[in-house]
């Protein structure tokens, strides 16, 4: 199959006759006068090529002659397959003369272009902010008018501001994911996704820092460690104050105001307030423990939970408190702790006014009311409400005894 595409883009394309080369000049010279004299009879809108009409018009009739040979997908343009069908035989036959990255597309390889010369050529009529890319300009000035998320997911309703993501989150309901890792097995449904995923495996970080020469496997990770060099925190809570140096903080931060919880496991109905959440979940309910520490075997739903547990073997403890100077190996330690200091008790419990410094201890102490006991031990089965406690019993029938007296 993959041969039989390659051979479909190698094919050398037939000499036009005089009259579409003539078509070909004028359409060229509209774009330069401006001129646009085809007008849909659906919409109004208006188009400098009869060709670009034709190809219009199939977004009002739903249309897509052009079809995908590998997987059957459907396409309303024959340039759009074309692009969609580079993906599957790996072919980029855009290179930046820079860098030497390649790109599957023109448009993408002149975003990119934008990006190294710094040049911002789109600028926004409304507020002055430039863009390198005429998309990019394009889905910002959405955010001024009411069209601002005009793409609608067909089975939640949900509403999106890019065609893109709208594709990339049906993909969720779907549960398809077409984009398999070939070194873990581990499949995903956007292909940046499992971009990420290789150079969990490569080691490869090619975001770096400019500053302090740290590197980063994603271009976002590094934007946000920048705003550490500046201080900068752009992003503030209209309600609370607090402010973040990226957006997409801020956008979680403002769920724990608002209640929302828009992600929903469907075995259970349990509901969080970001996707990542979700999915470390429904491992609980599979049972998959992927991420696994290279010292002792023990393995995590999530990839953070090992980071954290790797500590325990480095005894790294990087944050540390500016008044006592005691270190901690999670930052959320480090703020209970720095509540010990200013007194601060911000979370109450609802049923009898009890006030805790860290969520953790609420959670802990709400179960004294439930009589919820989640934590079971694995050989007599016996119930605890907190984890601690559970270990604690468990070296009851292991027989270990880690805390020696010096």
Do not use: W
Request: aromatic share 8%; net charge positive; glycine share 10%.
């Amino acid at each position: 199959m993959k041969s039989e595409i390659l051979q479909r883009f190698k094919k050398t394309k037939s000499r036009k006759n005089p009259v579409e080369s003539d078509q070909d000049g004028k359409n060229q010279k509209r774009i330069h006068s401006g001129e646009k004299p085809f007008e849909c009879d659906q919409c109004g809108k208006c188009f400098s090529g009869s060709k670009i009409l034709k190809y219009h018009k199939l977004t009002h009739s739903g249309e897509k002659p052009f079809q995908c040979d590998k997987y059957g997908k459907c396409f309303s343009h024959g340039s759009t397959v074309k692009q969609h069908e580079r993906m599957h035989i790996g072919e980029k036959p855009f290179k930046c003369t820079k860098c030497d990255k390649c790109f599957s597309q023109a448009g993408n390889l002149k975003a990119h272009q934008g990006t190294q010369s710094g040049e911002k050529p789109f600028e926004c009529d409304q507020f002055g902010k430039c863009f390198s890319g005429s998309r990019s300009l394009k889905c910002h000035k959405r955010t001024h008018t009411e069209e601002k998320k005009p793409f609608q997911c067909d089975k939640c309703g949900k509403c999106f501001s890019h065609a893109s993501t709208v594709k990339q989150h049906e993909r969720m309901h779907s549960g398809e994911n077409r984009f398999e890792c070939d070194q873990c097995g581990k499949c995903f449904s956007v292909a940046s996704e499992l971009k990420l995923q290789k150079r969990t495996h490569s080691g490869e970080k090619p975001s770096e820092c400019k500053q302090c020469g740290k590197c980063f496997s994603h271009g976002g990770n590094l934007r946000t460690h920048q705003s550490t060099h500046s201080g900068e925190k752009p992003f503030e809570c209209d309600q609370c104050g607090k402010c973040f140096f990226v957006a997409n903080k801020l956008k979680l931060h403002k769920r724990t105001h608002s209640g929302e919880k828009p992600f929903e496991c469907e075995q259970c109905g349990k509901c969080f307030s970001e996707a990542g959440n979700l999915r470390a979940h429904q491992r609980t309910h599979s049972g998959d423990k992927p991420f696994e520490c290279d010292q002792c075997g023990k393995c995590f739903f999530v990839a953070s939970k090992l980071k954290l547990h790797k500590r325990t073997h480095s005894g790294e403890k990087p944050f540390e408190c500016e008044q006592c100077g005691k270190c901690f190996s999670h930052g959320g330690n480090l703020r209970t702790h720095q509540r010990t200091h200013s007194g601060e008790k911000p979370f109450e419990c609802d049923q009898c006014g009890k006030c805790f410094s860290g969520s953790t201890n609420l959670k802990n102490h709400k179960r004294t009311h439930s009589g919820e006991k989640p934590f079971q031990c694995d050989k007599c089965g016996k119930c605890f409400s907190r984890a601690s406690t559970v270990k604690q019993h468990e070296r009851m029938h292991s027989g270990k005894k880690p805390f020696e007296c010096d």
